[in-house]
């Protein structure tokens, strides 16, 4: 990789329709998948979701596309007083990031698509950035460069690589209790888990899915609850249909769906999205149900993951379920000037009062 590379912004829109093709073929081949940088997602969830105009940021090799991320431009605040650049999120966004071409000499693409970013802004901002990747290790090595990485926050997110191993480390006692509430179930009829993908998940399983996620305690936040979600999910789905890039998991008794999980794919990594379940039958757990069927039939089937990531929060209930944990983090890759400056005062700030709160008998 000789020749200069050559840097392009502009519009979604211009992007989308002059770079569709190229786009896929790096998502599919990226250094570090990610569904929610795939045009099946990006673009269903600009058009329905996200109020602010998105630009796309594009790095390329002659007529080869390396580099690719999306933003939404922030003006000054009193958190951060200098416009920035925010990656690309919505309300159903679980990772961030940008795309960089897999056997590219990475390191030099990274520092060049950053350099470029940090001349449009004082810094460019992620959220739910995923740790333990070739891309988060560029990001720290920019420490040793023009730009700096600045952390705010961090949680460990509960991740899959081994359903064998992740059913064999569940307790007796919760095995046990999976399989009573099982029986329970099939003592009011003829219950059912299958997992499709693609073409093969029936059109009506989307409203379906939209229906029962609105009946549980999500209802006020459901896909279903505004048309924007609707629209989004409906686009979203209809798109990873024709490209493959989805599969669901259902548990259903007799002819009712009990619970569903939708989740995407993207290269050889795996993305949870939503998990529903009818509230009807919550005594028999259908959601961890419908889990721990879908680990049996990766056991017994395969996996055809490198890793599955969970999307959930902290502390969530997939954490018995799911044994592997990755760090995602937030923070802000800054120009090495009055922003950094302007971090490192508030750092200190933050560190004087968390000090000055802390109860005088915990210091003895």
Same mark, same amino acid.
């Given at each position: 990789?000789?020749?200069?590379?050559?840097?392009?912004?502009?519009?979604?829109?211009?992007?989308?329709?002059?770079?569709?093709?190229?786009?896929?073929?790096?998502?599919?081949?990226?250094?570090?998948?990610?569904?929610?940088?795939?045009?099946?997602?990006?673009? !269903?969830?600009?058009?329905?979701?996200?109020?602010?105009?998105?630009?796309?940021?594009?790095?390329?090799?002659?007529?080869?596309?390396?580099?690719?991320?999306?933003?939404?431009?922030?003006?000054?605040?009193?958190?951060?007083?200098?416009?920035?650049?925010?990656?690309?999120?919505?309300?159903?966004?679980?990772?961030?990031?940008?795309?960089?071409?897999?056997?590219?000499?990475?390191?030099?693409?990274?520092?060049?698509?950053?350099?470029?970013?940090?001349?449009?802004?004082?810094?460019?901002?992620?959220?739910?950035?995923?740790?333990?990747?070739?891309?988060?290790?560029?990001?720290?090595?920019? %420490?040793?460069?023009?730009?700096?990485?600045?952390?705010?926050?961090?949680?460990?997110?509960? !991740?899959?690589?081994?359903?064998?191993?992740?059913?064999?480390?569940?307790?007796?006692?919760?095995?046990?209790?999976?399989?009573?509430?099982?029986?329970?179930?099939?003592?009011?009829?003829?219950?059912?888990?299958?997992?499709?993908?693609?073409?093969?998940?029936?059109?009506?399983?989307?409203?379906?899915?939209?229906?029962?996620?609105?009946?549980?305690?999500?209802?006020?936040?459901?896909? %279903?609850?505004?048309?924007?979600?609707?629209?989004?999910?409906?686009?979203?789905?209809?798109?990873?249909?024709?490209?493959?890039?989805?599969?669901?998991?259902?548990?259903?008794?007799?002819?009712? /769906?009990?619970?569903?999980?939708?989740?995407?794919?993207?290269?050889?990594?795996?993305?949870?999205?939503?998990?529903?379940?009818?509230?009807?039958?919550?005594?028999?757990?259908?959601? /961890?149900?419908?889990?721990?069927?879908?680990?049996?039939?990766?056991?017994?089937?395969?996996?055809?993951?490198?890793?599955?990531?969970?999307?959930?929060?902290?502390?969530?209930? /997939?954490?018995?379920?799911?044994?592997?944990?990755?760090?995602?983090?937030?923070?802000?890759?800054?120009?090495?000037?009055?922003?950094?400056?302007?971090?490192?005062?508030?750092?200190?700030?933050?560190?004087?009062?968390?000090?000055?709160?802390?109860?005088?008998?915990?210091?003895?």
């Amino acid at each position: 990789m000789g020749r200069a590379l050559d840097f392009k912004w502009c519009s979604l829109e211009q992007w989308q329709h002059e770079h569709l093709s190229e786009w896929y073929a790096l998502a599919q081949d990226a250094l570090t998948p990610n569904f929610y940088l795939s045009p099946e997602f990006v673009v !269903s969830a600009a058009n329905h979701l996200v109020e602010s105009p998105v630009q796309a940021a594009s790095l390329w090799h002659a007529d080869t596309l390396v580099a690719l991320g999306f933003f939404v431009v922030r003006p000054g605040s009193l958190r951060f007083p200098f416009k920035r650049l925010l990656a690309l999120q919505c309300r159903h966004t679980f990772e961030t990031g940008m795309l960089l071409r897999n056997g590219c000499d990475s390191q030099r693409v990274f520092d060049q698509f950053v350099q470029h970013l940090l001349q449009f802004s004082a810094g460019v901002e992620f959220r739910d950035l995923k740790s333990g990747t070739r891309l988060f290790e560029l990001v720290q090595n920019k %420490q040793r460069e023009r730009g700096v990485w600045v952390e705010e926050g961090d949680y460990l997110r509960a !991740s899959l690589t081994d359903p064998a191993a992740a059913i064999a480390q569940l307790s007796a006692r919760r095995r046990k209790r999976i399989r009573r509430q099982l029986r329970q179930l099939e003592a009011l009829g003829t219950v059912n888990f299958e997992v499709c993908s693609g073409e093969k998940i029936p059109s009506c399983m989307i409203d379906e899915f939209m229906r029962i996620e609105a009946l549980g305690w999500k209802k006020q936040s459901a896909l %279903q609850s505004t048309e924007s979600g609707q629209l989004f999910f409906r686009g979203l789905m209809a798109c990873a249909k024709r490209n493959n890039s989805v599969f669901v998991s259902v548990l259903s008794l007799d002819t009712r /769906i009990v619970s569903m999980a939708i989740n995407f794919v993207s290269g050889h990594d795996a993305f949870a999205f939503k998990v529903a379940y009818d509230p009807a039958y919550q005594d028999y757990s259908p959601g /961890i149900l419908n889990e721990y069927l879908a680990l049996l039939h990766f056991a017994e089937n395969g996996f055809p993951y490198r890793s599955f990531d969970s999307g959930a929060q902290a502390d969530s209930y /997939i954490d018995a379920y799911w044994p592997d944990r990755t760090r995602m983090v937030a923070g802000t890759l800054l120009n090495s000037g009055v922003a950094l400056r302007l971090f490192q005062l508030k750092t200190w700030i933050k560190s004087r009062f968390q000090r000055q709160a802390v109860p005088a008998q915990a210091l003895d």
